[in-house]
T-cell receptor
Framework: NAGVTQTPKFQVLKTGQSMTLQCAQDMNHEYMSWYRQDPGMGLRLIHYSVGAGITDQGEVPNGYNVSRSTTEDFPLRLLSAAPSQTSVYFC????????????FGNGTRLTVT | AQSVTQPDIHITVSEGASLELRCNYSYGATPYLFWYVQSPGQGLQLLLKYFSGDTLVQGIKGFEAEFKRSQSSFNLRKPSVHWSDAAEYFCAVGPVTGGGNKLTFGTGTQLKVEL
């Protein structure tokens, strides 16, 4: 099983550039989410989705867009990258809206210069 | 608002020694509590979880945690640490149901194991 797959693993952007972080899961999970991890701040929820066509904001949504056109994919878009978005980004999924444990991808390390 | 405090940023233990990582939470209802472990360059892996029943829960890799409602704590323990346990550990709290399924994570405790 591939589980949760994130691409790319590393990315360097210049301020103002846009990009999409990809996340795909092959477990038929309804719930998917994006977190960012920063030193001393733990993981903070950016956006989440409880099913195809449904998305909602988390704790730190500004500067990020998401969409959920299929159950498998949940891309995260940075419209105009800023140095404050330098972080490690994790995608996570779980079977449904109940509080079953999250399954995490291996992360994307993003640097914005 | 829910919150999680992990008071120890770094902990160093000798291999074979016992380990206790502290976690205190703030939550207005019955919490759902988790411990995750993150090895370098990896995502988070679930160690154990609790939301009801026996307050001492067993997890993978020989870890256990005890829920103490009166102290709002969910400390992680291991009787004898192995060098491979060196990693970062995260405590998290969320609602049992509803609440947008929003897990709140602590800031993590980095564990170093001395041989």
């Amino acid at each position: 099983n591939a589980g949760v797959t994130q691409t790319p693993k590393f990315q360097v952007l210049k301020t103002g550039q846009s990009m999409t972080l990809q996340c795909a899961q092959d477990m038929n999970h309804e719930y998917m989410s994006w977190y960012r991890q920063d030193p001393g701040m733990g993981l903070r929820l950016i956006h989440y989705s409880v099913g195809a066509g449904i998305t909602d904001q988390g704790e730190v949504p500004n500067g990020y867009n998401v969409s959920r056109s299929t159950t498998e994919d949940f891309p995260l878009r940075l419209l105009s990258a800023a140095p404050s978005q330098t972080s490690v980004y994790f995608c996570a999924s779980k079977p449904d809206g109940s509080n079953s444990p999250l399954h995490f991808g291996n992360g994307t390390r993003l640097t914005v210069t | 608002a829910q919150s999680v405090t992990q008071p120890d940023i770094h902990i160093t233990v000798s291999e074979g020694a016992s380990l206790e990582l502290r976690c205190n939470y703030s939550y207005g209802a019955t919490p759902y509590l988790f411990w995750y472990v993150q090895s370098p360059g990896q995502g988070l892996q679930l160690l154990l979880k609790y939301f009801s029943g026996d307050t001492l829960v067993q997890g993978i890799k020989g870890f256990e945690a005890e829920f103490k409602r009166s102290q709002s704590s969910f400390n992680l323990r291991k009787p004898s640490v192995h060098w491979s346990d060196a990693a970062e550990y995260f405590c998290a709290v969320g609602p049992v149901t509803g609440g947008g399924n929003k897990l709140t994570f602590g800031t993590g405790t980095q564990l170093k194991v001395e041989l």
